[in-house]
């Protein structure tokens, strides 16, 4: 090596020949193909997260492709994993039913569902899920972008301003708007399932499609019983009734209400927007996304 590299690179690239010349010969002669392989990963992991040892434990493999890096949350009814992929280094979420849920058909029908329906949205403002996997026991699992922090999360850290409350509502009805010129409704429009990256709440992405409905329909006819988050979701949702997108105005409502207890000032015209929202009478909502859009909008140009 010349210029700057550094004056001892030679004795670097002896060790490095060294160490591959280990990784293809062991005690008992040529290593097997598939044990060279993990010997490979397992350098590479400790490369990757710049650790100057071998972890000793097997790391967990999802796949055959991607690593665990933590669980980041257990729920009743789900678990999400942060994994990074081994060979791309990009960082991912995977979404599965606990390993006790394993062989409880409804548990997996139900996230195979959400799978099918997160394949199918396409939007800027939702959070992608880019395949739907079989792990080794059997379960199903979403694998979709790592995003970032929930907006609860973000809401315990610091307060919003006024300007980001209509940013994030602008960037939710966008989302919402999609998922409902999709033939869907929601269902769950809560802090915990509101997703930011960065520090940017414009960029913010509408997850978590779990309890979704085709308009129109019922949470009854799946077998899903307590749905959604208590504080957000619309009267007609939580007597069990069938679904429009009105349903998900309401929680919209809900969550701007919220958002403004979180922010260092008020905004008279937005929380009588949202009031209007989340009306108990579903008739007295605006109808949809889009509608509730042309409100917001108009709110905004006025003050
Ligand atoms: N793609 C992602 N990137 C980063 N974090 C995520 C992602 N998906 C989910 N999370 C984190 O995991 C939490 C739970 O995810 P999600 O809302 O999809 O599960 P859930 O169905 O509500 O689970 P349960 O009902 O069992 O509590 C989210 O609040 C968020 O903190
Ligand atoms: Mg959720």
């Avoid at 058909?105 to 139900?110: D, F, M, Q, S, V």
């Avoid at 990256?197 to 499609?209: I, K, M, T, Y």
């Avoid at 919209?252 to 922010?263: C, F, K, N, P, Q």
């Amino acid at each position: 090596m010349t210029g700057s590299g550094p004056k001892d690179f030679a004795e670097i690239a002896a060790r490095y020949s060294a160490m591959m010349q280990v990784l293809c010969d062991g005690p008992q002669g040529r290593r097997r193909e598939d044990e060279r392989r993990m010997l490979v990963d397992r350098i590479r992991d400790a490369l990757d997260r710049r650790e100057n040892r071998l972890n000793d434990d097997d790391p967990v493999i999802i796949a055959n492709t991607f690593s665990l890096e933590m669980f980041t949350h257990r729920g009743k009814r789900s678990e999400i994993w942060q994994v990074r992929h081994r060979d791309l280094g990009t960082s991912h979420a995977i979404k599965s039913v606990p390993a006790a849920m394993a062989d409880d058909p409804i548990a997996g029908a139900l996230l195979l569902r959400e799978g099918t329906i997160g394949l199918g949205m396409r939007h800027g403002n939702i959070a992608p899920t880019r395949a739907v996997l079989r792990l080794a026991d059997g379960r199903p699992a979403l694998l979709m972008d790592w995003i970032g922090k929930s907006l609860a999360d973000r809401l315990s850290l610091q307060a919003l301003s006024v300007r980001e409350v209509y940013s994030l509502t602008l960037a939710l009805l966008a989302a919402l708007t999609a998922t409902h010129d999709q033939g869907l409704v929601h269902c769950d429009v809560a802090p915990g399932n509101l997703l930011i990256p960065g520090e940017d709440v414009s960029q913010l992405q509408l997850a978590d499609f779990g309890i979704a409905l085709e308009i129109g329909h019922s949470h009854a006819e799946f077998e899903i019983a307590h749905a959604g988050s208590p504080a957000f979701v619309s009267p007609e949702q939580q007597a069990g009734r069938s679904l429009m997108p009105s349903s998900d105005i309401y929680s919209l409502g809900r969550l701007i209400d919220y958002l403004l207890d979180h922010a260092n000032e008020d905004a008279a015209g937005l929380r009588a927007l949202a009031g209007q929202f989340s009306k108990e009478d579903a008739g007295k909502r605006p109808a949809d996304a889009r509608s509730a859009g042309a409100l917001l909008k108009k709110v905004m140009a006025a003050g």
